[in-house]
């Protein structure tokens, strides 16, 4: 059993910068993958980044590769979203998630926090 609590979301200018954070509890946490996906109104949930918590892999979508960045603190149990260049259309609602592999179908993943709201401004 994992727990995901996010925060971090908020308003930005279109080339401005913001850092989600997910904080991650429960027994076996450290053995899930921890994956990051964003919602649109309108559209369907799309993958953007995960991370392993132990190794070094990780996975971008080929929207914000060059622009995002996932990171971990083990001894915080957190995971991270760096968002740089932030434009218009990444506005959507942001999951971090807790899943058995680095995929990007969401059915990989079993745990999701309660989303995010990103909003960027043009």
């Known amino acids: 059993q994992v727990q995901l609590v996010e925060s971090g979301g908020g308003l930005v200018q279109a080339g401005g910068s913001l850092r989600l954070s997910c904080s991650a509890s429960?027994?076996?946490?450290?053995?899930?993958?921890m994956g990051w996906f964003r919602q649109a109104p309108g559209k369907e949930r799309e993958f953007v980044a995960a991370?392993?918590?132990?190794?070094?892999?990780?996975y971008y979508a080929d929207s914000v590769k060059g622009r995002f960045t996932t990171s971990r603190d083990n001894a915080k149990k957190t995971v991270y979203l760096q968002m740089n260049s932030l434009k218009p259309e990444d506005t959507a609602v942001y999951y971090c998630s807790a899943g058995r592999s680095i995929a990007t179908g969401q059915d990989e993943y079993d745990y999701w926090g309660q989303g995010t709201q990103v909003t960027v401004s043009s």
């Open positions: 429960g027994r076996t946490f450290s053995s899930y993958v």
């Open positions: 991370i392993r918590w132990i190794g070094t892999g990780t």
